[in-house]
């Protein structure tokens, strides 16, 4: 199986929305309910930003939010913060009990 | 408060083995699947699999097949990650992480394999 297919890098300006992609195929981001996304400081271990496609953990800004379209998935960051940057991966269930990640994108903040 | 608490890093030979500890606390141990996440230097997350601690029931990414073993211990509330036959680029850091509906809620600080010639 393939990693998910992600842009390696996105940039936005103080205040700004951007979106970062997440593509599959129909047996895994098409075919379930099932994305996560992360976000990686240099150094740090992954947090969980989005689960479930939409949902956001306590203590998460509603900053960040989840969608999901046929076989693409997107986290949109709102009014991004320098604190933003990072990297972001997304995550899904693949059938047969295997789990994929995409390949991670890096988010400057210009 | 939920902890996963991993085992220090670790430096292989070419060809031997390598075992990581992830110590959980903080919950009821039983109730959710272990998954098993690595990161070579500079480069992206990889999935590597999974065990339930309940029933001690394991998922391997293929890429792993044949190499890699998940175990658990209920006391303390323990689970494993071996790693055999090492290579260079094994080299990586390990992180175990607690799947929580659609996602890994809680994440071990990480644990550091190298691997040497």
């Known amino acids: 199986q393939s990693a998910l297919t992600q842009p390696p890098s996105a940039s936005g300006s103080p205040g700004q929305s951007v979106t970062i992609s997440c593509t599959g195929i129909s047996s895994d981001v098409g075919g379930y309910n099932s994305v996560s996304w992360y976000q990686q400081h240099p150094g740090k271990a992954p947090k969980l930003i989005i689960y479930?496609?939409?949902k956001r953990p306590s203590g998460v800004p509603d900053r960040f939010s989840g969608s999901k379209s046929g076989n693409t998935a997107s986290l949109t960051v709102s009014a991004v913060q320098a604190d933003d940057e990072a990297d972001y991966y997304c995550n899904s269930y693949a059938s047969s009990n295997n789990w994929l990640f995409g390949g991670g994108t890096k988010l400057t903040v210009l | 408060q939920v902890q996963l608490v991993q085992s220090g890093a670790e430096v292989k030979k070419t060809g031997a083995s390598v075992k990581v500890s992830c110590k959980a606390s903080?919950?009821?141990?039983?109730?959710?699947?272990m998954h098993w996440v690595r990161q070579a230097p500079g480069q992206g997350l990889e999935w590597m699999g999974w065990?339930?601690?309940?029933?001690?029931?394991?998922k391997y990414a293929q890429k792993f097949q044949g190499r890699v073993s998940m175990t658990r211990d209920l006391s303390p509330a323990t689970v494993y990650m071996e790693l055999t036959s090492l290579r260079s680029d094994d080299t990586a850091m390990y992180y175990c992480?607690?799947?929580?509906?659609?996602?890994?809620?809680?994440w071990g600080q990480g644990t550091l394999v190298t691997v040497s010639p």
């Open positions: 992480a607690r799947r929580y509906s659609f996602g890994y809620d809680y």
């Open positions: 479930d496609v939409s």
């Open positions: 903080g919950y009821t141990f039983t109730s959710n699947q």
């Open positions: 065990i339930n601690p309940s029933s001690a029931d394991t």
